[in-house]
């Protein structure tokens, strides 16, 4: 278990053609807290569970004249299980998580600056899953995999790239950059040599679509991407180099 208070202090001497100058100041305070626990259902099975509050100060845009945005605040439970099987040969671990957010932070483009605005209310839920196995002692293999449910419970804004449409409910909508999926495979091939060990690496990444903005249209997104990283490192015996 454990407790925080933070206590942040802001201010901003800005400008900008439009407007001209202005100063301003504020502050914000808040106790955030975490509970949880742990049982060893075996020798090598664990389960957890956990509560915790979060907490992100307020703060001003830039160049944007505007007033402050505010703290944004959240409240999440996260449980799951680690274990390890085969000897310590495979390793598994599985987590799933709920929070919740009040005034989320948004990146927007409001008239003609970019500003940080407060969304009303936003849920993600999600499940990962890792694992990591050891076949034979030179070589190693990991796989993780990701679920993610990231949406705005309630956000009505406007689109100053479309005025037009006036007042926008996005209640629904995904979440900026929270691909509903996401995986990656790798392995690592051992190879003594010299005074050292040479490893041979190969990883590849992969996300679903995401969101570049909290209107979620097409022109403002990333259709489903992969990568490849191939790796060659050295490291010698004594830990020394590498």
Known sequence: AGVRYSHDHRSIDDSNNFIGQIYQSKSWG???????????????????????????????????????????????????????????????NISLFHMKYSNLQVNQIVGVSAAITNAAKATIKGLELETVAKPFDALRIEMSAGLLDAKFDSFMTEDSSRPALGILDLSGNRLPLAPTFSGSAGAYFDVPVAAGTITLGARYDFKSRVYFSEFNIPVTSQKSAGRLDLTLSYKSDDGRWS
């Open 30 to 92: 808040k106790v955030t807290y975490e509970v949880g626990g742990s049982v060893d259902l075996a020798n090598d099975l664990t389960a957890y569970a956990k509560y915790a509050t979060g907490y992100k100060s307020g703060g001003f845009s830039a160049g944007s004249l505007a007033p402050s945005f505010d703290p944004e605040t959240n409240a999440s439970v996260e449980a799951g299980l680690k274990g390890n099987y085969l000897d310590g040969r495979l390793q598994a």
